[in-house]
């Protein structure tokens, strides 16, 4: 019986390995010819430029571009071999990954801040990866547990598994925020007033391995339900990771949202497709490019980073499909952006102090965002009980639905004035003319 578990172990270390793809370097003359690659579902990685990307193929995608009209060379994954050099020195270290957690120590770490702090954090597991790791997502809040009335916000790190900043980066952003509780008056009034999740790892397979993919070599980034490619808002036929991600996403009501990346330096909005190199503008476009400029306006030298300003519309960037972003957004009301922070994928680990001072500011300021806006709460005028109806705004084709426990909503808009309706089924639609402020929310409440 052993003998059979071991040589099932092996072959499914094996399958992992066996399904990781090469990193590759393309070079195209036209944009249409990059949306070709898209069309083909070629593995996208951040690096483009007018002539070249960067990309992950199998052997069978390296045999067909190069029979196409494209150049194509295989060049060294450095966060792979980052990884492999740091495990070979680190091997009869008791800190095997130097100041990066890995998985047992990650754990501990979360347990450790749940244990100290159970006041205002509660430490659950939403699901596990594909190799049985659990899935840790930590709650910080005066009261972790309860639904409370106030936004729900969530950080994802970590979903490439070779993407290991903002891992490391949730990992410093958790003590912050519990060690400044009480003393520290943001600190206390960001836990105080909002419901904060953090993810550090959606991919600690990955991670574990020094491969982007899950260990069923998937892309997570291209797994969710697209508007255009996949429009089925289902966890069918998708990997454990996403299921527990939407679950999740499901079971509660979040706001505003952020999936922090490595590999380049800009904070990146909807809509992510479908054309590669033309901007494809979300209702809300102009609310993401404010909410994205809070983030890189607080950045010491994302606006050097290449990218008009330290952001970019996804799609002009370049286009991917079955993005989280695009799917907290379409489906769920969720404000999310995707937000690279760091042009090496996988740095040496005596730089993430100084990540940290360089990006705890605008980590900070963008959530702070999720108070910004008109909220209130949807309540039968008769019974008092809430009700579950659609928030629209005049002008923005994008409707968000109250939370159906409390009847409280959260329309995230920048300052201007607006036409707020509340339509539920059976009732009179109710409208009301509001002005956001430059900073902060307006109530406006509706009894239908």
Same mark, same amino acid.
């Given at each position: 019986?052993?003998?059979?578990?071991?040589?099932?172990?092996?072959? $499914?270390?094996?399958?992992?390995?066996?399904?990781?793809?090469?990193?590759?370097?393309?070079?195209?003359? *036209? #944009?249409?010819?990059? %949306?070709?690659?898209?069309?083909?579902?070629?593995?996208?990685?951040?690096?483009?430029?007018?002539?070249?990307?960067?990309?992950?193929?199998?052997?069978?995608?390296? #045999?067909?571009?190069? %029979?196409?009209?494209?150049?194509?060379?295989?060049?060294?994954?450095?966060?792979?071999?980052?990884?492999?050099?740091?495990?070979?020195?680190?091997?009869?270290?008791?800190?095997?990954? *130097?100041?990066?957690?890995?998985?047992?120590?990650?754990?501990?770490?979360?347990?450790?801040?749940?244990?100290?702090?159970?006041?205002?954090?509660?430490?659950?597991?939403?699901?596990?990866?594909?190799?049985?790791?659990?899935?840790?997502?930590?709650?910080?809040?005066?009261?972790?547990?309860?639904?409370?009335?106030?936004?729900?916000?969530?950080?994802?790190?970590?979903?490439?598994?070779?993407?290991?900043?903002?891992?490391? #980066?949730?990992?410093?952003?958790?003590?912050?925020?519990?060690?400044?509780?009480?003393?520290?008056?943001?600190?206390?009034?960001?836990?105080?007033?909002?419901?904060?999740?953090?993810?550090?790892?959606?991919?600690?397979?990955?991670?574990?391995?020094?491969?982007?993919?899950?260990?069923?070599?998937?892309?997570?980034?291209?797994?969710?339900?697209?508007?255009?490619?996949?429009?089925?808002?289902?966890?069918?036929?998708?990997?454990?990771?996403?299921?527990?991600?939407?679950?999740?996403?499901?079971?509660?009501?979040?706001?505003?949202?952020?999936?922090?990346?490595?590999?380049?330096?800009?904070?990146?909005?909807?809509?992510?497709?479908?054309?590669?190199?033309?901007?494809?503008?979300?209702?809300?476009?102009?609310? $993401?490019?404010?909410?994205?400029?809070?983030?890189?306006?607080?950045?010491?030298?994302?606006?050097?980073?290449?990218?008009?300003?330290?952001?970019?519309?996804?799609? %002009?960037? &370049?286009?991917?499909?079955?993005?989280?972003?695009?799917?907290?957004?379409?489906?769920?009301?969720? $404000?999310?952006?995707?937000?690279?922070?760091?042009?090496?994928?996988?740095?040496?680990?005596?730089?993430?102090?100084?990540?940290?001072?360089?990006?705890?500011?605008?980590?900070?300021?963008?959530?702070?965002?999720?108070?910004?806006?008109?909220?209130?709460?949807?309540?039968?005028?008769?019974?008092?009980?809430?009700?579950?109806?659609?928030?629209?705004?005049?002008?923005?084709?994008?409707?968000?639905?109250?939370?159906?426990?409390?009847?409280?909503?959260?329309?995230?808009?920048?300052?201007?004035?607006?036409?707020?309706?509340?339509?539920?089924?059976? &009732?009179?639609?109710?409208?009301?003319?509001?002005?956001?402020?430059?900073?902060?929310?307006?109530? %406006?409440?509706? *009894?239908?």
């Amino acid at each position: 019986m052993k003998k059979n578990i071991i040589i099932i172990l092996v072959l $499914f270390t094996l399958g992992f390995s066996l399904s990781e793809k090469r990193m590759v370097e393309i070079t195209f003359n *036209e #944009l249409t010819e990059l %949306q070709q690659l898209v069309d083909m579902g070629i593995d996208l990685d951040h690096h483009r430029t007018r002539s070249e990307v960067h990309a992950f193929v199998s052997d069978e995608e390296f #045999l067909l571009i190069s %029979q196409m009209n494209f150049g194509i060379r295989e060049i060294p994954n450095e966060a792979k071999l980052y990884f492999e050099e740091l495990k070979q020195n680190t091997m009869e270290s008791r800190n095997p990954m *130097e100041d990066y957690h890995n998985y047992i120590e990650l754990t501990a770490f979360l347990q450790d801040i749940a244990d100290n702090y159970p006041e205002i954090t509660r430490l659950e597991s939403i699901g596990q990866s594909v190799q049985g790791r659990e899935l840790w997502v930590i709650e910080i809040s005066d009261n972790p547990g309860v639904n409370e009335i106030e936004p729900e916000f969530k950080y994802v790190a970590n979903m490439h598994g070779d993407e290991t900043v903002g891992r490391e #980066l949730s990992l410093y952003l958790i003590e912050w925020l519990v060690e400044g509780y009480g003393s520290d008056p943001r600190a206390t009034d960001i836990i105080n007033n909002t419901d904060v999740f953090i993810m550090p790892t959606m991919n600690p397979d990955g991670f574990e391995s020094g491969s982007r993919y899950n260990a069923n070599g998937t892309d997570l980034n291209r797994d969710f339900p697209d508007q255009f490619s996949d429009p089925n808002n289902t966890t069918i036929g998708r990997e454990p990771e996403t299921r527990a991600v939407m679950d999740w996403t499901w079971d509660h009501h979040f706001v505003l949202s952020a999936n922090m990346h490595t590999g380049a330096l800009v904070a990146n909005y909807p809509y992510d497709g479908p054309n590669s190199g033309v901007y494809s503008a979300c209702p809300d476009d102009d609310l $993401f490019i404010h909410i994205s400029l809070a983030y890189a306006d607080a950045h010491p030298n994302m606006e050097s980073g290449g990218f008009s300003n330290g952001i970019t519309n996804g799609a %002009q960037w &370049y286009a991917i499909s079955g993005g989280m972003q695009d799917w907290n957004y379409i489906w769920e009301g969720d $404000f999310d952006i995707t937000i690279e922070q760091n042009e090496v994928k996988w740095p040496s680990s005596n730089q993430l102090a100084g990540l940290w001072e360089d990006h705890r500011e605008p980590m900070l300021v963008y959530l702070e965002e999720v108070h910004d806006g008109v909220r209130g709460i949807v309540i039968d005028a008769d019974s008092g009980e809430p009700l579950s109806a659609n928030i629209s705004v005049q002008g923005i084709d994008h409707d968000i639905l109250p939370d159906p426990e409390n009847g409280d909503y959260y329309r995230l808009l920048s300052a201007g004035t607006y036409t707020i309706t509340a339509q539920a089924f059976g &009732y009179l639609a109710q409208s009301e003319t509001v002005t956001v402020p430059l900073s902060g929310y307006v109530e %406006q409440n509706f *009894e239908l």
